[in-house]
């Protein structure tokens, strides 16, 4: 699996569910995405808040203050690293990119109150399927990248352009590198003495990564309860 990229955007994509949004064209989609996010971000949230979500982040030698500079960071971001990605795999014939349903999707994160988007901030859980990508490669299908595969799993691709091959999540006590099916985690069995799908853990017990535990969050060696949002405007 090749790693894709995360940002701010992602609470915005985890949020869509549908609206009435136009069309937005893939080489416009970083920019459109940048524009709400940052505009929800700096409605919802304090200035200190601001500083939380930005702190260690800086835009033309800048710390990120304001609205405009958030949407030069975050769309640079996402149009330098994802769009080519995306477009890479439109030209395979991997994906498919619904511009009706981008534009839906944005439509329905820009309306999104500041109390649901406060529930949604932070949480490093949330999952960011976007509901504008479209997998085609079955399994057994060449993939470069996971959200090429219908199942969400590509193996062996690496950041060397190799292509990997689509195959099914595995499943409780088979060999892993990476995923693994709903409610488990890739890590050391002790036991069978390889890497393997493992059931998640329960908050107090024993972890090493935040995949580890049911509320995805691994803090001093131990799971626990996610935090608070970092954006609650309070």
Do not use: W
């Not at 149009?79 to 009706?100: E, F, W």
């Amino acid at each position: 699996m090749r790693a894709s990229t995360r940002s701010s955007v992602c609470v915005l994509i985890a949020a869509c569910g549908g609206g009435g949004g136009g069309s937005v064209a893939i080489d416009d989609l970083g920019t459109e995405l940048a524009k709400v996010s940052c505009s929800k971000i700096f409605e919802c949230c304090t200035s200190s808040e601001v500083m939380a979500q930005f702190a260690n982040i800086t835009y033309n030698n800048q710390p990120i203050t304001t609205e405009a500079q958030c949407e030069g960071f975050t769309g640079g971001l996402f149009t330098g690293l994802l769009t080519p990605q995306y477009k890479d795999s439109i030209a395979a014939g991997r994906i498919a990119y619904d511009a009706d349903a981008a534009g839906d999707c944005l439509d329905a994160a820009a309306n999104l109150s500041c109390s649901a988007y406060a529930e949604l901030s932070g949480h490093e859980s949330v999952h960011c399927d976007s509901p504008f990508i479209i997998p085609k490669v079955a399994d057994g299908g060449a993939c470069a990248q996971d959200y090429e595969c219908t199942s969400d799993n590509c193996e062996g691709a690496t950041n060397s352009s190799a292509n990997g091959t689509c195959k099914p999540l595995p499943t409780a006590g088979q060999d892993c590198t990476d995923h693994c099916a709903q409610g488990l985690f890739c890590g050391y069995d002790q036991t069978a003495m390889k890497e393997a799908c493992q059931p998640v853990k329960s908050n107090g017990s024993t972890c090493v990564s935040n995949d580890e535990c049911t509320s995805g969050h691994c803090v001093s060696s131990a799971c626990a309860a996610a935090p608070p949002p970092v954006c609650d405007g309070m």
